[in-house]
């Protein structure tokens, strides 16, 4: 089985300014592949996958323009997958399933160091504290023991290297052992997703939404403030540069501009973490399945009074990342279909209430005087219902 994990890396200086030519380069030779192909398309020549590219770079291009040799100091591996990810991109444009490719910037903080095992015997060194990476040795990790060390049963087969928002990210594939089946036992859970609180387990539990604390609307105030700063910076520098060119100031533009990524990663941080304890607490029980609503969270936006609501508890997110750890662990998942009314069933005796309104909170059945919470009688609907697709 195949495992990602992902952790910071803490390199020194010198290491950081490789790891920054890696991307760079990588960066530069996704873009070239991209706009290489696009020449061609208008001249009229076929175009070229990733294998003949690398081919015809390495004989032609380089001998022609030896202004490029530089890349041929960087890691090979890194930047022929540069290739592959590009042609990657451009036959999911073929086929429709993706608009064109843009070109990797530096501004979103694209592009990224990729390395491989490349051969059987090949290991790529890991201790609980470091691993050692081709072109930069041995780069400190910043959380000890998180990657398996045991290299004869978690080996790490390839991994990137990533740079984002001021700060270095590892990920690495790793082929291990599937995880032992778990005996299944407990009741199943069924799963509200609302605005109100993010998630209300039929078992009872209320999982509250996270937007509402103090934590989360301080960091956004602060987001608003430095957004606006940004805003001041860059009608400034535009001023500015009508008259004299550039000035030192610019630095300051990209002194705002990290601190806002930074505090947008603050906020993913936290929203991740929040969400991955719910997982954990469901996943915990071994419940014998779990019951998700098929929430079409695209049409839910096009109420603007909610939109920004909804898009801050990031439901897509926590259904991805629940069905993966699910699957990870053989825990069967129910898909509700999408227009099953389960807040308007009773529980207790299937009758729908038609006239059930928003506000009532509390739901009471005309017919059998079952009386329960509105959003708990529509988790036991979710876990309980016949009408459901499996979500893998
Ligand atoms: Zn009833």
Redesign the pocket.
């Given at each position: 089985m195949l495992i990602t994990y992902k952790i910071e890396l803490k390199p020194t200086n010198q290491q950081a300014w490789l790891i920054d030519q890696q991307i760079s380069g990588s960066r530069w030779a996704y873009n070239l592949f991209l706009d290489i192909n696009r020449q061609r398309y208008e001249c009229g020549y076929h175009y070229m996958n990733a294998y003949e590219f690398s081919k015809w770079f390495n004989h032609d291009y380089l001998a022609a323009n030896p202004d490029d040799q530089w890349i041929k100091e960087l890691y090979a591996k890194s930047v022929k997958q540069a290739f592959i990810d590009a042609d990657t991109a451009m036959k999911r444009f073929f086929k429709k399933l993706s608009g064109y490719p843009h070109w990797r910037s530096f501004k979103r903080g694209q592009g990224s160091y990729y390395f491989v095992k490349n051969s059987q015997q090949q290991i790529i060194a890991c201790e609980r504290h470091r691993i050692k990476l081709p072109k930069l040795g041995w780069v400190r990790l910043k959380e000890y023991g998180y990657i398996p060390t045991d290299a004869e049963h978690f080996v790490i087969k390839q991994g990137r290297v990533k740079f984002k928002a001021g700060r270095y990210y590892l990920t690495c594939v790793i082929e291990q052992a599937d995880p032992i089946q778990l005996t299944l036992v407990n009741d199943p859970i069924g799963i509200d997703l609302g605005l109100k609180n993010l998630a209300i387990l039929s078992n009872g539990l209320v999982y509250g939404n996270q937007n509402k604390s103090s934590r989360l609307k301080k960091i956004r105030k602060q987001l608003r403030r430095l957004q606006r700063k940004l805003s001041r910076q860059y009608c400034a520098l535009k001023a500015r540069k009508q008259k004299e060119g550039r000035s030192a100031t610019d630095l300051n533009l990209a002194k705002t501009q990290l601190k806002v990524q930074r505090l947008y990663q603050r906020l993913t941080n936290i929203q991740i973490d929040y969400q991955n304890k719910l997982i954990a607490i469901v996943v915990r029980t071994k419940p014998l399945w779990v019951a998700l609503e098929d929430l079409n969270v695209s049409g839910m936006m096009k109420n603007r009074h909610l939109a920004k609501a909804i898009a801050q508890q990031g439901f897509y997110n926590f259904r991805v990342r629940l069905i993966a750890k699910c699957q990870q662990l053989g825990i069967p998942v129910h898909l509700t279909e999408r227009f099953e009314p389960t807040s308007k069933l009773?529980h207790?005796?299937g009758?729908k209430k038609v006239s059930l309104k928003l506000s009532e909170r509390t739901y009471h059945?005309p017919?059998?005087h079952?009386t329960n919470d509105r959003d708990l009688n529509a988790a036991l609907n979710i876990r309980d219902t016949k009408n459901f697709v499996l979500a893998y």
């Open positions: 009773c207790n005796c009758t059945c017919n059998c079952y």
